[in-house]
C-alpha cells in the first residue's frame, strides 16, 4: 500500500487493516465488512459510506465478489449468480431497477456459451452491503459473486488459469453491458421477468 503523508495521513491514524492478503473480506480484527453497513463501526466501512455513497450521487451499484467453486445451476457448475436487495425495507422502484441491471448482466453473459449464472442464495439483513445500501441511499444494487478463486485457504474455492481467464473475461462483459445500458438509457426498458424463473443455484454434491 502506498505510503500516505500529510493530512490524509492523519486521518488514516486509527485504520486497523494490515495491508497484507489474507485472502480474507475480514479485516485485521477480525470483522466481516459486508456486515457492517448499519452500524458502520470499522474505518474501513466509514471510508465508504462517508467518501463515496454519501459524497456522489448514485444511481447504480454492482457488488462483485467471490463464492466457491462447487455452485451449479441445472446440473451445469455455475460461472456466477446475481441477486438483487431482497430487504422489506427497499423501495420497489429500486429493486425494480436493480432487477433490470441483472438482466442487462444476464443477457450479456447467458449467450456466451462460457456463462451460465444462477440466482444467489442470500439473506435480507441491511447489514449486507446489497441491501443497506439500496436502502439507505436508495441506489439500484446487483449482487455479482463469481465463481471460485486464484487461491484460497479452503482449496475447493481455487479454480484453474483457464477458468479464472473465464471470470475476468466475465467481469469485464458484464460492467462493459452496464456502462453502456445505462449511458444509453437502454436499461430502462430490460424486461425483468427472467428472474422469476432463474433458478437458486445449488451445491454440487462432493464425490
Known amino acids: 500500500m502506498p505510503h500516505i503523508v500529510g493530512e490524509r495521513e492523519r486521518k488514516l491514524d486509527d485504520y486497523i487493516a494490515s495491508g497484507d492478503r489474507h485472502l480474507t473480506r475480514y479485516n485485521a480484527v477480525g470483522a466481516d465488512l459486508n456486515r457492517d453497513h448499519v452500524n458502520k463501526q470499522y474505518p474501513e466501512t466509514k471510508a465508504l459510506h462517508n467518501n463515496v455513497l454519501r459524497k456522489y450521487h448514485i444511481d447504480y451499484m454492482i457488488d462483485l465478489h467471490h463464492q466457491g467453486a462447487n455452485s451449479e445451476r441445472d446440473g451445469k457448475l455455475v460461472s456466477?449468480?446475481?441477486?438483487?436487495?431482497?430487504?422489506?425495507n427497499a423501495d420497489e422502484e429500486v429493486v425494480y431497477r436493480s432487477k433490470q441491471l441483472g438482466a442487462v448482466i444476464f443477457d450479456a453473459i447467458e449467450p456466451t456459451g462460457?456463462?451460465?449464472?444462477?440466482?444467489?442464495?442470500?439473506?435480507?439483513?441491511?447489514?449486507?452491503?446489497r441491501n443497506?445500501?439500496?436502502?439507505e441511499y436508495g441506489i439500484s444494487t446487483l449482487l455479482f459473486e463469481m465463481r471460485g478463486m486464484s487461491d484460497h485457504y479452503i482449496g475447493s474455492y481455487v479454480i484453474g488459469q483457464k477458468s479464472n481467464g473465464y471470470l475476468i473475461r466475465q467481469t469485464v462483459v458484464a460492467l462493459d453491458a452496464a456502462v453502456r445500458a445505462i449511458?444509453?438509457?437502454?436499461i430502462h426498458e430490460k424486461d425483468v421477468s427472467f428472474w422469476d424463473t432463474l433458478p437458486y443455484q445449488e451445491r454440487r454434491s462432493e464425490q
Not at 80 to 88: A, Q, R
Not at 120 to 128: D, P, T, W
Not at 183 to 186: E, R, T, V, W
Open 80 to 88: 456466477g449468480s446475481i441477486l438483487y436487495p431482497t430487504s422489506p
Open 132 to 135: 443497506g445500501i439500496a436502502v
Open 183 to 186: 449511458a444509453d438509457g437502454s
Open 114 to 129: 462460457w456463462g451460465h449464472l444462477g440466482k444467489y442464495v442470500g439473506g435480507s439483513s441491511e447489514a449486507i452491503g
